[in-house]
């Protein structure tokens, strides 16, 4: 059987979302990041379908409306979950032979770090459902959808601070990870990434937070250019590492920099790992994450010079960083077939 992980910009029947409420971390401040998710799925909704599991799915579907979603595209699927970073807990879906097979890893509230055991279900009960017009293949490896990138064509970009943390599979080494994420998500090269993080991130670098592919062997990253900040030295380093990374081709890859944004921090004066690299591609566009900063403005046309041709959107996740994620980390492409 032929496996192959898509890009994330290749064509997609849609994008799953899980909704904040009152027994998530967002309990605190769910009037401010709300109407960040609203805007969300609004904007997805112009281009491709919007799944979201929601533990009230009749109030919400009157909040999408009234905001302006395209309520056609809108499924609303009453399921239990720990919390909403569907990045992490759903599905990977690989084409195996051409069609898509959804690849259901298992997931630890990265690293046991927090309660996962309905995250870890949400995509059996989707199945039992019949949410997906495709079969789903579970996995007892623990792997973030966050913690990986590919090209599209056999390569795998990923970290090892995230992957080879004992806190995820503490029984397999390396190069038994690496046979697995071969035989499951049929990638033929892993690019390690082994310097590069950002503080207040929960993850353990996950590579969404850090560096992106983007067609035509281009890699975005996050670009730290001042020497005071805590940090530029692992970033620098991190910079370096790519700039000896190949193409299949062997040729050196295309290398965009993204803008730094200003330091923020939460109330405890603890960092947010604010992050122009968390950046969600759809139909036809890029929605961005943006902060309120001097800095949003480049950042979207760096993406946009990336990924010419599609519509580059801003969204301000100003409010989504204060539980330590962004807008990529908060998604899950669905690639075309998955849906019915």
């Known amino acids: 059987m032929n496996v192959r992980l898509p890009a994330e910009w290749e064509p997609q029947d849609g994008v799953l979302l899980a909704w904040p409420h009152e027994k998530t971390d967002w309990a605190s401040i769910l009037p401010l990041v709300e109407p960040v998710f609203l805007q969300l799925a609004a904007t997805i909704s112009r281009y491709e379908q919007v799944l979201i599991v929601t533990t009230d799915p009749a109030p919400l579907a009157v909040k999408l409306e009234n905001f302006g979603a395209t309520m056609a595209a809108i499924t609303l699927v009453q399921v239990p979950f720990d919390d909403t970073w569907c990045r992490d807990f759903g599905p ?3 084409l195996a032979d051409g069609l ?7 997931f630890n509230g990265w690293g046991n770090k927090f309660y996962a055991e309905q995250d870890n279900a949400v995509t059996p009960h989707l199945q039992q459902k019949n949410i997906f017009s495709a079969p789903v293949d579970g996995h007892s490896l623990v792997l973030e959808g966050g913690s990986i990138e590919s090209d599209g064509n056999g390569t795998l970009l990923t970290t090892s601070q995230c992957l080879l943390n004992p806190n995820r599979n503490p029984y397999r080494n390396r ?5 697995e994420l071969r035989d499951t998500l049929g990638c ?9 993080h950002l503080l207040g991130d929960d993850t353990d670098a996950h590579i969404d937070t850090l560096a992106r592919f983007a067609p035509n062997d281009t890699i975005l990253y996050v670009a730290c250019h001042d020497p005071a900040d805590e940090h530029y030295p692992a970033l620098k380093r991190m910079a370096e590492e790519l700039s000896t990374f190949r193409s299949e081709a062997g040729l050196p890859y295309r290398l965009l920099p993204l803008p730094w944004p200003a330091a ?4 405890d004066g603890q960092r947010l790992p604010a992050t122009y690299a968390n950046f969600l591609i759809i139909n036809g566009a890029v929605l961005v994450p943006t902060y309120d900063d001097p800095q949003d403005d480049a950042a979207l046309a760096t993406v946009g010079e990336a990924f010419p ?22 998604t899950m492409q669905l690639p075309q077939g998955v849906l019915p």
């Not at 923020?264 to 109330?267: G, I, S």
């Not at 580059?312 to 908060?330: E, K, M, N, R, Y």
Request: with cysteine.
């Open 175 to 179: 190069e038994q990870i690496e046979g």
């Open 100 to 106: 898509p097979r959804l690849q259901d890893f298992a």
């Open 92 to 94: 990977i879906t690989v």
């Open 309 to 330: 041709g599609r519509e580059i959107t801003g969204i301000d996740c100003s409010a989504v960083i204060l539980q330590h994620g962004s807008l990529h980390c908060l």
């Open 264 to 267: 923020r921090f939460d109330d």
């Open 188 to 196: 033929r090269r892993i690019l390690w990434l082994d310097h590069g």
